[in-house]
């Protein structure tokens, strides 16, 4: 999902708890930037193939054996779920752009706190939209967050995702999104922030964001 900070965000809902990413939002924070982005218009979802990183394992078959077996524990609660590398999206990100002629993006400790949070709030709630369970926007979310895109003056932008287990799976559906991929190509955003967040009894998964600024702090 994409959502840029300066212009009304476009959703795109999920029809089914599939590896997709929420649609995003490009918009300018002040008119002193120039006239505002047109609104994204609403796509229609379309499905993606589930993260066979997410299919659960079919149990190995075991043969039989007269001889006795050795010890072997007994099964305990699942295995949590591998923590994702940040910094290998963050890496593979600034390669992309650097592909496409583009400047690297400056990890902004402001943006990964609100991005870490608001991957949080879905995954703990159930929920994929730019609007977080307080009711607020991505720009409202930001600057709760010290990070203020209006006082500012400059663009910001939020992508978010669901369904994917690794930082390349959510660089590439991203990617694949024509309105997800602008947002990663905007030459105007100078910072990022990324968050992810794991729950096993939600309808994804794993859900990410990566919140995106013009200004390096």
Request: proline share 12%; net charge negative; with cysteine.
């Amino acid at each position: 999902m994409l959502q840029e900070l300066k212009a009304p965000f476009s959703t795109l809902a999920a029809a089914t708890p599939q590896s997709v990413p929420l649609s995003p939002t490009l918009e300018p924070t002040t008119p002193q930037l120039g006239a505002p982005s047109p609104t994204l218009a609403p796509t229609t979802p379309q499905p993606a193939a589930p993260s066979p990183a997410l299919e659960p394992a079919a149990p190995e078959a075991i043969a039989a054996s007269s001889a006795p077996e050795p010890a072997v524990p007994e099964p305990g609660p699942p295995s949590p779920a591998p923590v994702p590398d940040i910094g290998e999206l963050v890496t593979l990100i600034n390669g992309y752009r650097a592909e496409n002629g583009l400047g690297p993006l400056v990890t902004s400790p402001a943006l990964t706190q609100a991005a870490q949070w608001m991957s949080e709030d879905m995954a703990g709630n159930g929920y994929l939209s730019h609007t977080d369970s307080l009711g607020r926007g991505n720009l409202g979310r930001l600057a709760a967050f010290g990070y203020d895109c209006t006082a500012y003056n400059t663009w910001c932008g939020e992508n978010l995702a669901a369904g994917t287990a690794t930082g390349w799976e959510t660089l590439d559906a991203w990617r694949k999104s024509p309105a997800h991929n602008d947002l990663l190509l905007k030459a105007d955003f100078a910072a990022l922030g990324i968050g992810c967040a794991y729950n096993q009894g939600s309808a994804y998964g794993w859900y990410w964001v990566i919140e995106l600024g013009g200004e390096a702090r």
